[in-house]
């Protein structure tokens, strides 16, 4: 159900509000046709499950702090400025999982892996990521903090990967659709063909904005037992 195929049609010559501006936030809310006792629920879910999540796991993510902060020899809570809900800006909290001076990509990535990290944001066998950052992002451990975005609002615990604003061309005329949700911490991208369905052959567009258009209780829960499921049954990150 999370393989819908096909690179994303473009529609050249057909001017878009930018995102961010009030044109861009009412385009967004006209495309929202999800049923206001669905996004109810949701928020109640979203609301219930972080404050859980977070009161349960408060002590292991302090623990679990001290040991990045000793791995990496840096703060250990990364953020970083994405496009929410509307196109409005926000900073996505995650446990780093990476040295750092991670940013300066040039000392460390190859030719080759710098080219895939600037079309995808990620490459393979990254040397940047620490021994500890391999097994959090396994585990999707360093996904923990975001619990704190979607008490805020930022985001929902289900929904399309949040995006930086250069990863929005991607989505081409299509972007007002795509931020018509609240981006999730997991979704149908993340616990789907993760990394082989990628921005450069289109059929990671057409897995979040799927998502987009068919978002219901049903979609939800499937996407939340699947999630468990990529968690502790193979690898989810790189």
Known sequence: MFLPRGRMVQRPGIASPAPGSREFATECRRLDRRPP?????K????????????????VPCLL??????????????????????????????????????????????????????????KVCDDPRVTRLGRFIRKTSLDELPQFINVLL??????????????????FGNDVALLLSVEPGITGAWQCGPRNEASFDNGRRQAIELSYVRDACVRLDATIFFSTFRAMFGRRTGI
């Open 153 to 170: 609002g930022n985001i929902s615990v289900i929904g399309p990967r949040p995006i930086t604003y250069d990863e929005l061309a991607e």
């Open 43 to 58: 928020r109640v879910f979203d609301v219930a499950f972080s404050a859980f999540a977070i009161t349960v796991g408060v």
């Open 64 to 121: 679990l702090a001290a040991a990045i902060a000793l791995d990496t020899k840096g703060s250990p809570l990364y953020s970083q400025v994405r496009a929410g809900r509307n196109g409005l800006p926000f900073r996505l909290y995650k446990f780093r999982s990476m040295v750092a001076d991670a940013d300066n990509v040039e000392k460390y990535l190859t030719e080759e892996q710098l080219a895939a990290w600037k079309r995808e944001r």
């Open 37 to 41: 006792t669905y996004r109810l629920a």
